[in-house]
Protein backbone atom coordinates (compact mmCIF):
# COMPACT_ATOMS: atom_id res chain seq x y z
CA UNK A 1 0.00 0.00 0.00
CA UNK A 2 1.31 3.30 -0.36
CA UNK A 3 1.16 6.46 1.89
CA UNK A 4 -2.15 7.35 0.07
CA UNK A 5 -3.63 3.91 0.11
CA UNK A 6 -3.00 3.44 4.01
CA UNK A 7 -4.80 7.21 4.76
CA UNK A 8 -7.94 6.37 2.63
CA UNK A 9 -8.32 3.44 4.89
CA UNK A 10 -6.96 4.84 8.33
CA UNK A 11 -11.03 5.81 9.66
CA UNK A 12 -11.37 1.73 9.21
CA UNK A 13 -8.46 0.66 11.07
CA UNK A 14 -8.26 0.11 14.76
CA UNK A 15 -5.62 -0.62 17.75
CA UNK A 16 -5.89 -4.09 18.29
CA UNK A 17 -5.39 -3.83 21.79
CA UNK A 18 -7.27 -0.47 22.76
CA UNK A 19 -9.73 -0.47 19.51
CA UNK A 20 -8.59 3.45 19.77
CA UNK A 21 -8.45 5.39 16.17
CA UNK A 22 -5.10 4.87 14.73
CA UNK A 23 -2.67 7.59 12.96
CA UNK A 24 -0.30 7.60 11.05
CA UNK A 25 2.91 9.18 12.00
CA UNK A 26 6.77 8.80 11.11
CA UNK A 27 9.00 7.79 13.85
CA UNK A 28 12.74 7.78 14.76
CA UNK A 29 12.22 4.17 16.51
CA UNK A 30 13.46 0.61 15.60
CA UNK A 31 10.98 -2.19 15.57
CA UNK A 32 11.16 -5.58 16.28
CA UNK A 33 8.70 -7.71 14.54
CA UNK A 34 8.97 -10.59 16.75
CA UNK A 35 11.82 -11.80 19.30
CA UNK A 36 13.64 -14.07 16.59
CA UNK A 37 13.29 -11.37 13.57
CA UNK A 38 15.68 -8.70 12.57
CA UNK A 39 14.50 -5.18 13.72
CA UNK A 40 12.98 -3.34 10.69
CA UNK A 41 13.69 0.15 10.06
CA UNK A 42 10.63 1.27 9.23
CA UNK A 43 9.91 5.02 9.42
CA UNK A 44 6.40 4.91 9.62
CA UNK A 45 4.02 3.92 12.34
CA UNK A 46 0.35 3.55 12.66
CA UNK A 47 -0.10 5.17 16.40
CA UNK A 48 -3.29 4.45 18.53
CA UNK A 49 -4.75 7.99 19.51
CA UNK A 50 -4.05 7.12 23.51
CA UNK A 51 -0.55 7.32 22.35
CA UNK A 52 0.42 3.82 24.54
CA UNK A 53 1.35 1.58 20.92
CA UNK A 54 2.75 2.13 17.29
CA UNK A 55 2.72 -0.55 14.55
CA UNK A 56 5.33 -0.61 12.27
CA UNK A 57 4.30 -0.70 8.33
CA UNK A 58 7.03 -2.35 6.49
CA UNK A 59 6.75 -2.42 2.75
CA UNK A 60 3.61 -0.60 3.16
CA UNK A 61 1.66 -3.33 4.84
CA UNK A 62 0.33 -2.26 8.30
CA UNK A 63 1.45 -4.99 10.93
CA UNK A 64 -1.56 -5.05 13.22
CA UNK A 65 -0.88 -7.54 15.69
CA UNK A 66 -0.85 -7.38 19.55
CA UNK A 67 2.62 -9.23 19.44
CA UNK A 68 4.07 -6.64 17.38
CA UNK A 69 3.01 -3.79 19.18
CA UNK A 70 5.37 -1.52 20.33
CA UNK A 71 4.67 -0.03 23.91
CA UNK A 72 5.75 3.94 23.30
CA UNK A 73 6.33 6.03 26.45
CA UNK A 74 4.41 8.60 27.65
Known sequence: LTMNDLESILTLLRCPIT???LRL???GITSSTSE???PS???VFLVSTCGKFAYPVISGIPQLLRE???SLPR
Open 19 to 21: GNI
Open 25 to 27: EKL
Open 36 to 38: NSA
Open 41 to 43: NSE
Open 68 to 70: QAI
